[in-house]
């Protein structure tokens, strides 16, 4: 995999008069400009560890515990902005999207727009799971358009099902060059789009069980991850230029902020989970494996708590933004309610044996993990046990987890800081009431009544 270094200029619409060529000069605000097709996609690629990589996707999903600086933790009112997304990697996949002049010496061209179509639903899948309603259709039209309304979710769901699908239905043979993720093949972008899809229609369970049903069978038959090496993972370096972002945290800024919390680690260490001893390190007061309340904000330390795993936080260590591991226990809860065939106690098993092989590097602990009764499968207790499961799984993708939290309300021991509840979605950027007045009032009169609250119920959250 190649380290690639691509740094793009993005700047408002400029006339320039120029009497030497007698011209007026247009600069496209977010059309890139001067860059091959694959290389604007490796660009929105690179932008891919920020959906995972935050401290405040783990705080959501109560992963981790501040040792120090506990206010960010505690819930309080405030704004997320969501403009980087759209005038980074979304304006690069827009400007794929819409080129007429892109290099086939990178492989076929319809690949290279599915690609970039499945990364820009992809992008915008999370971006909707964070916010609710957000601008999509009249969104990434540069100066055409700077004040773009405000779709709901339910109608991005439906048009994301279509993109996706669309996506693949244009792929024809042949691989690409540039590609960061799946190294140019494209059955596994295929794979993933449909496995996409799956997850997508899973999120629809309470809203609309018989469409969830429909897309996720739909999304199954097209094909979806298999093993662990269908995994959807964003590969750091061992270099400063492509590092992880837990690495500059901890090494480079010296900042020992986080620790496991103690329901985590509560879950994991009665049951001698043999993922445990990645996700963190033993406390150095006595070497045992302690959590930190999370929310706590009089007894913290560094040393008494069990801080954030080595493998964590190394410096080329990965991102897993969507697993095997994660679409069997989609399959799981699938089965459960008899969507698709199968008995769900062996998705469940698969589900867990993957998710300790990508954890730990072999799954030769998963039999004896599996064999305890507080983890053997129940199926009078099925769903608790898969989505429980399923959040010891997602360590630190916290927005992940949030939002699989928010859907079954599992695990169902998170914590309420100061009697703050856990957030059931973002606050929109605090500019977009100037910005778009018009367009944001009506998202959030729609939705909220008015407000824009952080405890704001969104369209699938039902």
Known sequence: MKNIHIRFILITLLFTACNKFDEDINITTNAPSQASGMQLIAQAQLSLPGLSSSPQGTFLAQYLAETQYVGVSLYPEESTSFYPWYQGPLADLQAVLTSEDLNANEGPIANQKAVAQILKAYYF????????????????????????????????YTDLFKQLKQATQMMVSGDLSNDIIYNGSISKWEKFANSTRLLMALRLSEVNPALAKTEFNSALNDGVFTSNEDNFVFRHLAEANNQNYWYDQVVNRNREWWALTEGLVNMMKPVSDPRLEVYGNPNRTQGLYVGLKFGEEDHIGTEEYSLLGDAIYAQDAPIYLMTYAQISFALAEAAHYGWISGDPENYYKQAIESSIEQWTGSSAEASSFLAQPEIAFDQGNALEQIATQRWVHLFMFGYEAWSEWRRTGYPNKLVTPNGVAVPTRLAYPDNEAFNNEVNYKQAVDRQFGGEDPIHGILWWDQ
């Open 125 to 156: 899948w999370n971006l909707t799971d964070r916010w609710g309603d957000i601008p999509y259709t009249e969104a990434l039209k540069g100066n055409e358009n700077f004040t773009p309304a405000y779709d709901t979710q339910e109608s991005i």
